[in-house]
């Protein structure tokens, strides 16, 4: 989720390239790979740009990781989920 949240803010918000991006992560911590995926459409003049960009964002949070906030943001998000289901 946080990829997609700070691909949404970068390619979206920042940039006005998309309208809607998602993406998935799996770590593999035998091998110590990561594979993941980006989707998001775009004006073809802008594919260029907009990858180089989902690109460095995806590369940011390796090398950065998820901080404190996000990881809270996250923990609220799938508490108010499992609330939603069991009502």
Known sequence: R???TRLR???REALGGT???SASAHVDA????????IRFSCAPEREDELVLHALQTFQNLLS????ATAIERFRRQREAE???QQA
Do not use: P
């Not at 035998?30 to 995926?37: L, M």
């Not at 950065?64 to 901080?67: A, K, P, R, V």
């Open 2 to 4: 946080e990829l997609s």
């Open 9 to 11: 803010t970068e390619l």
């Open 19 to 21: 309208y809607s991006v």
């Open 30 to 37: 035998v091998d110590r790979h990561v594979r993941g995926s």
């Open 64 to 67: 950065q990781g998820i901080d």
């Open 82 to 84: 499992e609330a939603a």
